[in-house]
């Protein structure tokens, strides 16, 4: 009699330890790779708004020594090349003066309303514009010049979200 509980207490705790086990496993999977999921998701955002940085500079360089026409050449050579770095690009002068903007056919779903410069600001500034039509989101961002004019660039999160949407699945 005493071995058949022994041998009971032990198929249990065995099946006790196993389940154990398998739910640390499965808690611990889970956190992995939500952490390796968020840690993706940071590094495109990251990538993405370096491009925008370095477009922003571009831009805003090309304004400086060459102007407005220098922009849209700029923009035109751009867009002739076929680029997968497609921006939106707009220049704001003093008093909400809209002196250039340039905004691929398929981004026309986005409310640019929000994106009036109020006052010159120090530094960039970010700003997002949801789409009328999708959950995507026009990531602008802003920079002041010394003339008053606020060169501003924006690209759509749409293929980092298709990228995520085949990660998740």
Known sequence: ?????????????GLRLAVWYAAVFLITSVIVGSLAYRLLVLSLERRDHDVLLVKLQEYAVHYQRGGLEAVAQA?????????????????????????????????????????????????????????NVDTTTLEVVSRPLSDGTVVQVGRTTLEREQFLAQVVI
């Open 1 to 13: 009699m005493f071995t058949r509980w022994r041998q009971r207490l032990t198929h249990a705790v």
């Open 75 to 131: 923009v035109g050579a751009e867009r002739a090349s076929g680029s997968a770095d497609t921006v939106m690009v707009r220049l704001v002068g003093g008093g909400e003066e809209v002196r250039y903007f340039s905004l691929p056919s398929a981004w026309r779903t986005y409310d640019l309303g929000g994106l009036m410069v109020t006052a010159p600001q120090a530094g960039d500034a970010w700003r997002e514009v949801k789409s």
